[in-house]
């Protein structure tokens, strides 16, 4: 049967805002906060990391950023988007499935899964050197961040590890464990930098180790947290079941990798072009990523925060609900985005102070501030949009958005302007035009969405799901559920 509610009338706006539900809404926010904690704690490992290395000198300092990048540019892409996976199957397994510990098999699928992912960029990491000279960098640097990333390989591993088992805290509603981990790893983080480091002279590489070892304690406090919390419960031990239907796990971890890694390879090519405009436009460069890296994490734990909870809501049949927290997730990024917005254009002439006292540089910064500023809202409604797809199973076509909006028209034509008197802000009005045009069809995408097929779709990926079981699940979707349930409230 179709759904009414699919077909789009002319007052598009006015429809979308009466879907919206103001308890959504601050629920989705009660449950982005820790999530956006999180995930600028994890930043805050490389950033402190980075900043103890800038003592031993400049090289030093060039290297571990470069290193970090490079990193975060392939293996934390398995770390980041192979384990949106986990949003997709795990929020509707919890809800759907009468048995807990199938979250448990699905998490230990997604460990091999991932783990397998991982064996791809050990062997790039291994062998970077060669690769990194080819890519233009000097002999020198390619050398030394060879090094160091072939340090980082160890803890690489921890890192997957750990976000695997925060998202399956997560999709049980558990959102805060991996930031109350964090709150006691993260200030551990610069104590071991600082004796690998400088006491022990393990020199540059001792911050790729202490790193790592961070990651690792971190999967193991995270592994005490689960144990102590009623996570435990979706564990019912070691299965030979973890290794069966490895098909859609290896397709959606893939998927979310590419989806994921669209936008994030974008934004280095931006920085990779910004190098050839000159010293002052790559350092201005460099103050605007800093900030974009930090205020990506706020539209972003919003998305974490819509997978799980449109997730949950599909595994538990109630498509009207999963549309109903699609949207105001949509509008809870969009207005978030608003208000960075706002305070970004009012600092526009401060911006550049906070990391430089050159003149030229805090001048170049304050032109490029404004096209930041404009795609806020276009990032939180990308960021929101493409959490709920994930929700979904839908990653195939958030990679496919992003890859069109920034490779077919942004990246060229932001580079061409750049090279044609606009200088770095033509490169950034390049990212500004594809965030709209991503944001923009990513809504539409989920504004047409039929949520009763949703549905139906949701219950088919779960393991072993019957066709006769799987017709008699698809009732009808009740407005008279409360709309405050938690997920897996059924459960308990």
């Known amino acids: 049967m179709t759904d009414p509610d699919v077909v789009i009338p002319s007052h598009f706006l006015g429809r979308f805002i009466a879907k919206v539900s103001w308890v959504e809404y601050k629920r989705l926010l009660r449950m982005s906060i820790p999530v956006i904690l999180s995930y600028m704690l994890q930043n805050s490992l490389q950033t402190v990391s980075i900043l103890i290395v800038g003592r031993l000198g400049a090289q030093e300092l060039a290297t571990s950023a470069f290193s970090y990048m490079f990193a975060m540019s392939t293996g934390w892409l398995i770390q980041l988007g192979g384990t949106t996976s986990i949003d997709t199957l795990g929020s509707a397994t919890y809800t759907a499935s009468d048995d807990p510990t199938e979250l448990g098999i699905l998490l230990q699928r997604g460990c091999f899964v991932l783990g397998t992912l991982y064996i791809p960029v050990v062997g790039l990491w291994l062998y970077a050197e060669p690769v990194l000279r080819a890519l233009g960098q000097s002999p020198e640097l390619a050398a030394s961040a060879a090094s160091f990333l072939q340090c980082l390989i160890p803890g690489g591993l921890g890192f997957i590890y750990f976000e695997a088992l925060k998202k399956f805290l997560q999709v049980q509603g ?5 930031t109350y981990v964090l709150l006691v790893t993260s200030p551990l983080n610069g104590i071991l930098n600082y004796l690998f480091i400088h006491p022990l002279g393990f020199g540059l590489n001792g911050a ?85 890296q930090v205020t990506f994490t706020i539209p972003f734990g919003i998305g974490v925060a819509a997978s799980t909870r449109v997730g949950n809501l599909l595994g538990e049949r109630r498509g009207r609900a999963a549309r109903r927290a699609a949207y ?5 990024a969009a207005s978030i985005g608003a208000g960075i917005m706002i305070i970004m254009l009012l600092m526009r002439s401060y911006y550049g102070k906070l990391f430089s006292n050159d003149l030229d540089v805090i001048r170049e910064t304050a032109e490029v501030i404004p096209y930041v500023a404009l795609f806020q809202i276009a990032d939180g409604l990308n960021a929101s949009c493409s959490g709920s797809l994930r929700g979904m199973g839908r990653q195939h076509i958030g990679a496919f958005i992003n890859s069109a909006a920034y490779y077919v028209l942004a990246l060229p034509l932001g580079i061409w302007l750049a090279f044609h008197g606009r200088g770095l802000p033509g490169l950034w009005m390049g990212q500004c035009i594809a965030l709209y045009i991503a944001g923009s069809l990513e809504f539409t995408v989920v504004m047409r969405t039929n949520w009763q097929v949703e549905v139906e779709k949701a219950l088919a990926r779960l393991d072993e799901t019957p066709e006769e079981d799987l017709e008699r699940n698809l009732i009808p979707d009740s407005e008279t559920i409360s709309e405050a349930a938690t997920p897996g409230e059924h459960q308990q």
């Open 208 to 292: 790729a180790m202490a790193t790592g070892l961070t990651y690792w304690l971190s999967f193991i406090g995270l592994v005490v947290v689960t144990k102590c919390t009623r996570g435990s419960r979706a564990w019912g031990g070691f299965s030979r079941r973890a290794f069966t239907n490895l098909g859609i796990y290896y397709k959606l971890s893939i998927l979310g990798i590419i989806m994921v890694g669209t936008e994030w390879w974008a934004f280095e090519i931006v920085a990779l072009v910004a190098g050839r405009l000159g010293d002052i436009a790559l350092a201005a460069q460099s103050c605007v990523m800093t900030s974009d």
């Open 328 to 332: 105001t997730a949509a509008l809870l």
């Open 174 to 178: 558990l959102m805060q464990a991996g």
